[in-house]
Nanobody
Framework: QVQLVESGGGSVHPGGSLRLSCAAS????????VAWYRQAPGKGREWLAG???????NYADSVKGRFTISGDAALNTVYLEMNALKPEDTAVYYC????????WGQGTQVTVSS
């Protein structure tokens, strides 16, 4: 069982930055695939970025060049650095871990507006 807690969401103006954190209850980096998703109102859940068990990052075209996924193994934490935020980035952001099982965090709200 893996418990995930996201934090770092908030309200920012267009062009601003946020760093989201996903703290896990156990070691996840190098063992599980880790990903960030988001869900905007009235839309389905969208994959944004992932780290494989070999710690290779992958990004959706919609965020490539603006978002960066990284991890701190000592803290069992995965981050999503988000820059040049746009109003269309407004959504609830979720951390997702897959391996022997599949786990989701509770989500953190990101709002981008002027």
């Amino acid at each position: 069982q893996v418990q995930l807690v996201e934090s770092g969401g908030g309200s920012v103006h267009p062009g601003g930055s946020l760093r989201l954190s996903c703290a896990a209850s156990t070691t996840i980096l190098g063992i599980y695939n880790v990903a960030w998703y988001r869900q905007a109102p009235g839309k389905g859940r969208e994959w944004l970025a992932g780290l494989t068990t070999l710690l290779n990052p992958n990004y959706a075209d919609s965020v490539k060049g603006r978002f960066t996924i990284s991890g701190d193994a000592a803290l069992n934490t995965v981050y999503l650095e988000m820059n040049a935020l746009k109003p269309e980035d407004t959504a609830v952001y979720y951390c997702h871990v897959t391996g022997a099982g599949r786990w989701w965090g509770q989500g953190t709200q990101v709002t981008v507006s002027s």
